[in-house]
């Protein structure tokens, strides 16, 4: 590596971005922050740039923005506060930084890590919904950018480091199967009586991974999977054919790739996202994470089970929107970003995300999106519907 690398970190405040700034701060030889940025989280927002002395700061109204200066001004932090959309793009596309951290959560993601990749930049990806969302246009976008994209999703990590470096496509370096591993989540065994009354503290509670509130659910509800099968088929240029889930409820085992030659190379750890976030920020290198190492002799065996579409509709929904192409993924996530939500405040139960989700998918039809403003439309039209279908389940 030369020189130092300077970052824009995009949803810095959230978990991805706190385990990010974790890792960063042990190596401050190697990294800078050139901008931090939240949605409104203004005191942590605040301690984040005394920290790390970013020459920017982002968030999203313009109460959080005057609020954030007044607490700079106060602890005498240089940081200039810009706000809104356009200054998200402007620092994720800045000259001055070459990796952009895309840790924003949700279809808010979508256009600050486009800006980012149109600009070229190194960029790390956590926000997953931007690329279901973005799709072909997403990845065309890399290709003629020449922008690195670096899979900070656990499983799309552990994927990329079992393939080979250089990695063009499956068929060429002789893989028979990506194997893409989930823990199931908290409901794995539970009776779909007591689903019912699942309340957003249980469904938030993961048994392995401390993670933000809406990625909590989707893990829930396996919905996660499903955007994480189509992330992979974006990331790695496969078909749905050739990605298989795999339930594997310790989470030590990140996923796997079979061979045509019977071998299945895996990638372990504990989950810990510092793990994944480390290996993009100093790929091809390693770097401490601060993690500790995986104690094997701890390990009580490794279960392996095919997940139970019944209980997981939501995974299987998402499998048949990358199979229908087209804005359906895009569909899939905007109608569960609104589900996820309306769960989360109590408006619907439990299982009503995956009703939401049916009812909007039933009769969705459409064609590719060629340009950002038609995921953006497609994004709008499929979230009126969500919220026609809660309103019509409160009825
Ligand atoms: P989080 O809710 O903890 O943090 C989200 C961040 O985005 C915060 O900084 C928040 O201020 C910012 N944000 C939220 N809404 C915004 C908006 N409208 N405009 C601008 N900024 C906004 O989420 P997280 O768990 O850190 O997840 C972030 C992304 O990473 C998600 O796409 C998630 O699927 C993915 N991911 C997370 C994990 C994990 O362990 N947490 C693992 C893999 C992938
Ligand atoms: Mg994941």
Same mark, same amino acid.
């Given at each position: 590596?030369?020189?130092?690398?300077?970052?824009?970190?995009?949803?810095?405040?959230?978990?991805?971005?706190?385990? =990010?700034?974790?890792?960063?701060?042990?190596? #401050?030889?190697?990294?800078?922050?050139? *901008?931090?940025? &939240? %949605? !409104?989280? +203004? $005191?942590?927002?605040?301690?984040?740039?005394?920290?790390?002395?970013?020459?920017?700061?982002?968030?999203?109204?313009?109460?959080?923005?005057?609020?954030?200066?007044?607490?700079?001004?106060?602890?005498?932090?240089? =940081?200039?506060?810009?706000?809104?959309?356009? #200054?998200?793009?402007?620092?994720?596309? *800045?000259?001055? &930084? %070459? !990796?952009? +951290? $895309?840790?924003?959560?949700?279809?808010?993601?979508?256009?600050?890590?486009?800006?980012?990749?149109?600009?070229?930049?190194?960029?790390?990806?956590?926000?997953?919904?931007?690329?279901?969302?973005?799709?072909?246009?997403?990845?065309?976008?890399?290709?003629?950018?020449?922008?690195?994209?670096?899979?900070?999703?656990?499983?799309? %990590?552990?994927?990329?480091?079992?393939?080979?470096?250089?990695?063009?496509?499956?068929?060429?370096?002789?893989?028979?199967?990506?194997?893409?591993?989930?823990?199931?989540?908290?409901?794995?065994?539970?009776?779909?009586?007591?689903?019912?009354?699942?309340?957003?503290?249980?469904?938030?509670?993961?048994?392995?991974?401390?993670?933000?509130?809406?990625?909590?659910?989707?893990?829930?509800?396996?919905?996660?999977?499903?955007?994480?099968?189509?992330?992979?088929?974006?990331?790695?240029?496969?078909?749905?054919?050739?990605?298989?889930?795999?339930?594997?409820?310790?989470?030590?085992?990140?996923?796997?790739?079979?061979?045509?030659?019977?071998?299945?190379?895996?990638?372990?750890?504990?989950?810990?996202?510092?793990?994944?976030?480390?290996?993009?920020?100093?790929?091809?290198?390693?770097?401490?994470?601060?993690?500790?190492?995986?104690?094997?002799?701890?390990?009580?065996?490794?279960?392996?089970?095919?997940?139970?579409?019944?209980?997981?509709?939501?995974?299987?929904?998402?499998?048949?929107?990358?199979?229908?192409?087209?804005?359906?993924?895009?569909?899939?996530?905007?109608?569960?970003?609104?589900?996820?939500?309306?769960?989360?405040?109590?408006?619907?139960?439990?299982?009503?995300?995956?009703?939401?989700?049916?009812?909007?998918?039933?009769?969705?039809?459409?064609?590719?999106?060629?340009?950002?403003?038609?995921?953006?439309?497609?994004?709008?039209?499929?979230?009126?519907?969500?919220?026609?279908?809660?309103?019509?389940?409160?009825?």
């Amino acid at each position: 590596m030369s020189g130092v690398d300077a970052l824009t970190v995009l949803g810095s405040t959230g978990s991805i971005g706190s385990s =990010t700034l974790d890792v960063l701060s042990r190596h #401050s030889d190697r990294f800078r922050v050139f *901008a931090l940025t &939240a %949605n !409104t989280q +203004v $005191a942590l927002l605040a301690q984040q740039c005394a920290r790390f002395e970013p020459r920017f700061a982002v968030v999203m109204t313009d109460k959080a923005a005057q609020t954030l200066r007044a607490l700079l001004a106060e602890r005498k932090v240089a =940081t200039e506060v810009l706000c809104g959309l356009q #200054s998200l793009i402007e620092v994720a596309s *800045a000259v001055e &930084a %070459n !990796t952009v +951290v $895309a840790a924003i959560v949700g279809a808010a993601g979508l256009e600050p890590t486009m800006a980012a990749v149109g600009a070229g930049k190194k960029v790390l990806l956590a926000n997953k919904e931007a690329l279901v969302m973005g799709g072909r246009l997403f990845t065309s976008a890399v290709k003629a950018s020449g922008a690195v994209l670096l899979p900070v999703d656990s499983e799309h %990590n552990a994927i990329f480091q079992c393939l080979p470096s250089g990695f063009t496509c499956l068929q060429a370096c002789g893989v028979r199967k990506i194997l893409l591993t989930g823990s199931g989540g908290p409901f794995r065994e539970t009776d779909r009586a007591a689903l019912t009354a699942v309340t957003p503290a249980q469904a938030v509670a993961h048994p392995n991974w401390s993670m933000g509130r809406k990625i909590s659910v989707d893990s829930a509800t396996m919905m996660n999977k499903g955007l994480e099968f189509i992330e992979a088929c974006w990331l790695f240029d496969a078909a749905p054919k050739d990605i298989e889930v795999v339930v594997h409820p310790q989470s030590i085992i990140h996923s796997m790739v079979e061979y045509l030659d019977g071998s299945i190379v895996a990638q372990m750890g504990r989950p810990d996202m510092r793990t994944p976030i480390a290996h993009c920020l100093a790929w091809p290198q390693r770097i401490n994470a601060a993690v500790e190492p995986l104690d094997l002799f701890a390990l009580r065996g490794l279960d392996f089970y095919p997940p139970d579409f019944g209980r997981f509709p939501c995974l299987k929904m998402a499998m048949q929107a990358m199979s229908e192409g087209g804005s359906y993924p895009v569909a899939l996530n905007a109608a569960n970003e609104i589900a996820v939500d309306a769960f989360l405040d109590e408006t619907i139960g439990y299982l009503q995300i995956a009703e939401v989700l049916a009812s909007v998918m039933d009769v969705w039809r459409g064609g590719e999106p060629e340009s950002l403003l038609a995921v953006k439309e497609a994004d709008f039209e499929a979230r009126l519907a969500a919220e026609s279908e809660i309103d019509r389940l409160r009825r």
